[in-house]
């Protein structure tokens, strides 16, 4: 059964960047076609895509936030990571690590992690 | 445009059929999956590739894409169906894109 969580800081000061690390236990990351997706949810609202990365390294990332996002992997501890720079009141929201099945022009997320608070605040 | 257009919120009684529709230009010539979100959880994969159900989601769930809308239908709809519901298509140009969600009330 494979299982993500994420883990980081719940409280990150404004203009600081955002660190979040997801485990993944019961698939290794290195090997099959699966992606690992970054996905945000602020209090309320809609869910939004963050970027994603690839088991070679490659990543994708949502245009509206491609300036301040890094995406990574480290296959030898099965995880992935996140960070996104500058941040600021906006990007308060729940994160999660999600699990990505892409192929060709469709794609879809079919394993998430519970989600991780962030809150940006002085 | 990519844009996902849902309604923000559709009601059902105990038993019928909800439709909770997703709009989008040309939507039907792009493959449409659907989350399903209870309150404090995370998203559940409910439908992909349009029309196909993950293993353990009732048969009572069920999806359409055609023209510039696609719709999930929850036949015989029951109270533990309550929850919000996403759909989410890929598009070329901006990749991901989400709708902004319907909310499913079951009374």
């Known amino acids: 059964q494979v299982q993500l969580q994420e883990s980081g800081p719940g409280l990150v000061k404004p203009s600081q960047t955002l660190s979040l690390t997801c485990i993944v236990s019961?698939?290794?990351?290195?090997?099959?076609?699966?992606?690992w997706s970054w996905i945000r949810q602020p209090a309320g609202k809609g869910l939004e895509w963050i970027g994603r990365?690839?088991?070679?390294?490659?990543?994708s990332y949502n245009p509206s936030l491609r300036s301040r996002v890094t995406v990574s992997i480290d296959t030898s501890k099965n995880q992935f990571s996140l960070k996104l720079s500058s941040v600021s009141a906006a990007d308060t929201a729940v994160y999660y690590c999600?699990?990505?099945?892409?192929?060709?022009?469709?794609?879809?997320?079919?394993?998430w992690g519970q989600g991780t608070p962030v809150t940006v605040s002085s | 445009s990519s844009d996902l257009t849902q309604p923000p919120s559709v009601s059902v009684s105990p038993g019928q059929t909800a439709n909770i529709t997703c709009s989008g230009d040309?939507?039907?010539?792009?493959?449409v999956c659907w989350y399903q979100q209870k309150p404090g959880q995370s998203p559940v994969l409910v439908m992909y590739?349009?029309?196909r159900r993950p293993s353990g989601i009732p048969e009572r769930f069920s999806g359409s894409n055609s023209g510039n809308t696609a719709t999930l239908t929850i036949s015989g709809t029951q109270a533990m169906d309550e929850a919000d519901y996403y759909c989410?298509?890929?598009?070329?140009?901006?990749?991901?894109?989400f709708g902004g969600g319907t909310k499913l009330t079951v009374l």
């Open positions: 999600a699990r990505e099945a892409k192929v060709v022009t469709s794609n879809w997320f079919d394993t």
């Open positions: 040309k939507l039907g010539d792009k493959y």
């Open positions: 590739q349009d029309i």
């Open positions: 019961g698939v290794s990351i290195g090997v099959g076609s699966d992606y």
């Open positions: 990365v690839f088991s070679s390294g490659s990543t």
């Open positions: 989410q298509t890929w598009d070329r140009s901006t990749d991901v894109v």
